[in-house]
């Protein structure tokens, strides 16, 4: 269960995982009725970098694989009538009882799922395997979600054409907390939401542009009063912007 209570970023400096400690890799699998939608952004920048590293194995598989019928039929119309297609049960139950194992956290994409945040992508980063079921159509078939999944994830209060675009912002999500992932291992901590704050204003070269400075403390090597700076600055823009979390 995750405890939404608990910063993420103790999650993920103690690495806490189905068995209480960090998987040396993670194994995710992918099951999806568009793969293409899901290869192209997780093979770029740091999602690539982490699979040639080994520190995850991703695979990314079409549910029509698992249809038995010569047309790989993978959706019907709702009992009971209503707009649109569902799901079918078949091919997600074979899929699933295929890839999973005893470690395997089956997950399921959908806009009726709890609300995806840092400190649910920090206990997730600390899974050895994820199965992600792609949800699409009008959502898939009850009793997948009645005796299959293990977690429904939303990541958001709004409507996407596909569950393979939500699994993509899922995987890069838990992925670059996960060790090694990131150049540097305070990035993850530091980012918006880890601390339950927005991450402080950054800046870069030149020191001034366009009339425009950057803050003197920035500039001052005084690590004491740089750190006091970015947390107050932190506290101020998650008033201004989300003032929903400091309550």
Same mark, same amino acid.
């Given at each position: ?33 568009f793969p ?21 194995d ?10 038995t ?21 078949? /091919?997600?139950?074979?899929a699933?009882? @295929?890839? %999973? ?5 089956? =997950? #399921?994409? !959908? ?77 993850a ?11 402080? /204003? ?5 020191? @001034?542009? %366009?009339?425009w400075?950057?803050?003197? =403390? #920035?500039? !001052? ?27």
């Open positions: 269960m995750i405890d939404r209570n608990r910063p993420a970023f103790e999650y993920f400096t103690h690495g806490l995982g189905s068995s209480g400690e960090p998987p040396l890799a993670m194994k995710i699998d992918i099951v999806t009725l293409e939608i899901c290869r192209a952004p997780l093979n770029e920048s740091i999602m690539k970098r982490a699979q040639k590293k080994e520190t995850v991703l695979y990314i598989h079409n549910l029509r694989d698992w249809t019928d010569k047309h790989h039929v993978a959706d019907d119309a709702p009992f009971g009538g209503g707009q649109g297609m569902v799901m079918k049960p078949e /091919p997600i139950f074979a699933v009882e @295929e890839l %999973r194992n005893q470690t395997s956290k089956v =997950v #399921l994409m !959908s806009p009726a799922g709890r609300r995806f945040d840092q400190q649910m992508a920090a206990q997730l980063s600390g899974e050895s395997h994820l199965v992600i079921i792609c949800g699409h159509y009008e959502g898939v078939d009850h009793r997948v979600i009645e005796h299959l999944v293990d977690l429904e994830i939303s990541i958001g209060d709004y409507v996407l054409t596909n569950g393979a675009i939500a699994a993509v912002v899922l995987v890069d999500a838990v992925v670059r907390l996960m060790p090694g992932v990131l150049g540097h291992e305070q990035s901590v530091d980012d918006s939401f880890s601390r339950g704050l927005l991450e402080a /204003p950054q800046y870069t070269r030149p020191a @001034e542009f %366009r009339s400075k950057v803050p003197d =403390v #920035l500039l !001052s090597g005084n690590h004491a009063e740089i750190a006091a700076w970015r947390n107050e600055q932190a506290r101020k823009r998650t008033k201004q912007n989300r003032p929903d979390l400091l309550r």
